[in-house]
Structure formats: structure tokens, C-alpha cells
């Protein structure tokens, strides 16, 4: 590890937290537990702090993204907090012209879909990172012993939005470039890999004690085209913090097919989602990797006994990995009463 | 079969079609072709009788409909017909309020939520399919020996529209109703399984030889969920037309994990979407189950010899199944050059 001597994860007491631990491999007492998406619009004092402040200007001030990512551990009690921020944050800080609609998503102005708006992309340079790396600072300051998962977005996903312009629903246009013009998606996913690579580097060395690469959209592709057209540039992301020694965990919705080569990139831990029940996940991957996951969104609005039931069901298949993180399959919803989610954690912790 | 007696499929030759022997499982001397959305945006010809008219007006006009339906048949010289129409047509004969707004798809002017709204919806009046009947009956009329293939959406994918107002990315509306309130849940599955098997009916009675069920977003459900909670109103919907012998094609997009539990409602022919190759997808089904698909629409836009050689891999992999008709894996991308799809009827045929 070739982290600083500060590090929470070196001298901070993460290292032995049950977040941690169940990470590389172990069995703590309780399961440990946390949210995606845990940190935002269920909290009502997130959306309080939010009101008249634009959403990138919110994951940009270190004050705010420590305060909102603190928020839930505050209140609910989760083994483990999220650095709040975006996907698109590196991009922006990257020059890209994007910002975030509400009720829509992230926006760009200018789409990139040929070679030449490719090589019009410019690095990221490290100096922008300071606003995440202060906040992250900030944060692991008052987390103590409790880790901070650092957060990032993975090329497929970051080219995903770049080459439709925006949120899409099959993303359709980014997975024709790969196709028409390989050799301006290569260029693109890698540029995209070493910024969102770079964005995490930043976020452990200023305090992350583990890190999550989000590949929101990769659930469309093919086992073939991920593996021919995309892995590669997801390792590259990872390779930017591997001397580091954190735990990697990788996560997309609709992966099921995609678990074992989404591993193979480089990740320590893999985030299941809601479709494939863990025990499943686990006869596919090797019970040797520890999963993450994955509670169905759609039971927390159901009575607290279908609800529970469903949490237990949960916990019980994910005995059948080496260690398991409880969470949900997928984010967060906004209209999730947060009462509930406590009560997961009560559970999760009992 | 029940079927009339001046039905395309008893005296009008469709039954020796390429692909109808495909469908009931025979390999015919080529590979027989069509494309999901072959009517419609991709055509000038269909722009240009679509302007200044409303997306349900003319899927409720039988001239309109029914020459919407022959354009791609005259155009690219596909086996099939599939009748021009939309997942929602049905829900606006039944009264519900709902319309197609262009660039988001359907809009619904309420949503159905509660047991209250879902007991509110009415039955479909038989006599308000009439111009689906007459737009069926003059297409086969034009189409002579080629069959015409009946459209309609299945329950799972009506209620997703229904709960939600509109297209939503997750359907998580529908997924929570279906765990907060199943019985409720049950009621709104089984008035569109209702529904949407007499729009099936009717198709089939005016003259399709064959129909597909699809079940768009299916795939954001897990297996447990669609087995308890889905699959038997599916059922219910395919029973409309049972008595009639027509083959049944169901597909949905992101399938790969409910292929088998698809198949069971009742289906002869499972359409494949192109996250997994077709040798995968027969040997989940059984070699016996004739496969419809899988041509990745990301390759539509790729130079020739590109799409020329996924096409051949596609038509490769499919030898695996008992029998195979060609198809993409999605619905034919508006932005798509005609003259591409019909160059891949010519290499299926060749």
C-alpha cells in the first residue's frame, strides 16, 4: 500500500472496521450495511442544504459534499460512507461543457461522436481535483473510524453520456461509435478512463478507505463487446489506484451476465443487483469474492413484515459468498421514506 | 384451429410461408427475415404519411395503418408483415386516457395506482377494435402468400405504462405497487392481460397468421418476481388466442435470465434481444425452441463488411436452434439507413 501514513485506513481504525473487513474477504459479527445513493433526495436536510444551489455546484464545494455524504451516516448509522458527488463531476472538471437538469439528469452541450471531437477532449488536470480532495478531507476528519467509500464512474458509462448528449435509454448512439469508428471509442474510453481514474486516485489519497466504480449502463451491452470493446478501459480506471491497496468494488444495473468479466478488471468486491438473488451471483463468480447488495427498491415502500422479509431473504443468500455487504440492487429512491432505511440497518446490525 | 375459413393461414398460403414453417419449428430453404419497427420512422415513405397525424390516429385508421404496414414488405422484401401499431392502442380503446407524444413515447392523462384506480378501468368493448379488424383484413388482402404477424404488449409492460403515466427508465412505480399492494397488483395484470388478449384476438381473426407478445421491459424484473407476479397474466393474455393455433413469439429486452420462465406462459417462438448470442439462448431454452433475432442494431450504422460479418455470426448461431427467423435483437433505430436493412434481407436470402 502506498498510501499516505495519515490514512485512515493505515492509522484511522477503518482497517478494521466491519465494512472493511467483509471487503477483503471476512465474516464480521454483523453484516455490515450501506446505501448507493444514501446521501440525497430521501434525506429531508439534504434536500434542505440543497435549495437554489445547482447540483455539480453542490459536489464542488467542499463544505457541502462533506456535509451532505455525512448526512446519512448521521442519521441511519451505516457501516460506511459515500463521497457524494456525480459521474460527470471529472468530466466537468475536465472542461466538459455538462451540467445537470433537474428531473433529467446530466446534460452536455456539445456531444462527442467522432474522432475529432475525441482528440478535442483534454486531460484532466490534477490542480481541479482539489475541491474533492478537500472535501473528502474534510469528511474522513469527522467519519473517524467509520470508512468513506470513494465514488466514480466507469468509461463505458462516462462515454455513455458523452456520445448521447445526455441520459439515454438503450444508449444506443455510444454503443454504434464502438462499432462504426473503433478506434475513436478506443481513444474515448481511455480518455475517460484516466479522468475518472485520476478522480478516484485523488479521493483515496486524501482519505477513501475503499473505493466504488459505478458502471451504471454496461447491462446493455454484450458479454462479447464488454469484454472486447470495454473491459479494458474499466481496468485501465482501476489501474490508477491499484498500488494504493484499497478495495475495488464494481457495480452495474443489469449485470447478471456481465458479473464475471466485470471481476476480472480488477475488482475485489462486486455490487449485485436486483434482478439475480445473491446466492446465484455467488455460484457464478466463486464464493471467494465478496458481493454487495442487493435489496429490491421495490419492496421499501411495502409493509415493514414484506419488507423484512424480503431483507432476510437477502441476508440469507449472501452467506452463500465469502463475505457480503448489504445494500440495495440499485439507488436509493428520492421518494423513499428514510425511516425505512434506518430500520434496515437496525435490522442488518440486530 | 378455430380460425376462419378465408383465413391467410387456411387458404391464402401464409401456413407454406419461410416463416411460418420456421415458426412451427421446420428450416426452410433460407433464412426467412423481418424487423422489429420495420413500419415506421426509418422509411421516408412512412414520414411522409405520417405528417401532420397523430401517432394513435393512425394506428386507428385502416387505410393508414394497414399501408404503414406494407411499406417495409414492398421496400426491403421481408417475410413478414407485423401490423402497424402500438403497445398502448388497446388501453385508448378501452377508454384509458392516454396518448403518444413525439420524442417521449405515451403519455397517460392519469395515473392507476390504487385498488381504487385499477377498479375504475373498464372492460374493452369489442366493437371498438373494429379498425384494427379492417386495418388487419385489408393488409392481408395486399399481402397474399406473405403473413402478416399480430402486435400487441403484454400485461406486465401495459401495467409499467399504467402505474408510471409514461416510459419510465426503471418502472419502479409498477415493480413497488406490485410488492406494496399486490392484490391490487393482480387486478391491473389481469384487466390487461384481458385487454390486450382481445386486441391479440381480433388480429388474428382478420387475418394474422402468426402474433408477438412483447413484453418490452420484462427484463428489469427478477425471476421470482416474474414467476409469481407476472408470468401467469402473460398466460392469461396468450390464452385469447390459444384456440386459434397461431404461432406465439414473446419477447422482451434483457431477457437472458427469464428466457425459460418466458417460454413457459405459452410461447412457440422466443425472440432473442442481442445481449446474448442465440447458441446461448438455445441452450438455455432447448434446442427444440425456434429463436427469432439477434442483430445488434449498434452494427446498423457500421461499415458493410462490419454488419456483414455479425449478420453471419448471428444466422451462424442460430443453426443451434431447431429453427431460426432473423431478426435484430431491438426495434429498428429511426436513424437508420433503409437501404442497410434491406441489403441484410438480400444476404438472408442470398
Known sequence: ???????????????????????????????????MRQAGRSLPEYRALRVGMAM????????????????????????AAIFFSDIVVPLRLAGVDVDIVPGRGPVLGTTIRTARDVAALRPLDPAALSPIAEGVARTVAELGSTPLIGFAGAPFTLAAYLVEGGPSKDHLRARTLMHSD???????????????GAFLRAQVLAGASAVQLFDSWVGS???????????????????????????VVHFGVGTGELLRSMHAIGADVMGVDDRIPL?????????????????????LAAP???????VLDVIERGRAASAHVLNLGHGVPPETDPGVLTRIVELAHA
Open 182 to 196: 473503433p478506434a475513436a471509442w478506443d481513444a474515448l474510453l481511455g480518455w475517460a478512463a484516466d479522468v475518472t
Open 56 to 79: 455539480l455546484d453542490a459536489c464542488l464545494d467542499p463544505e457541502l459534499s462533506s456535509e451532505i455524504t455525512l448526512q446519512p451516516v448521521r442519521r441511519h448509522g451505516v457501516d
Open 304 to 310: 415493514w413484515p414484506v419488507l423484512e422479509r424480503h
Open 1 to 35: 500500500m502506498n498510501l499516505p501514513a495519515h490514512h485512515p485506513l493505515v492509522d484511522g481504525g477503518t482497517a478494521a472496521s466491519p465494512l472493511i473487513r467483509a471487503y477483503r474477504g471476512d465474516r464480521p459479527e454483523t453484516t455490515p450495511v450501506w446505501f
Open 279 to 299: 446466492d446465484e451471483a455467488s455460484r457464478r463468480l466463486g464464493a471467494e469474492v465478496p458481493l454487495q447488495g442487493n435489496i429490491n427498491p421495490a419492496f
Open 221 to 247: 451491452l454484450s458479454v462479447v463487446d464488454y469484454e472486447s470493446r470495454v473491459s479494458q478501459f474499466s481496468a485501465q480506471a482501476i489501474a490508477h489506484v491499484k498500488d494504493l491497496g484499497v478495495p
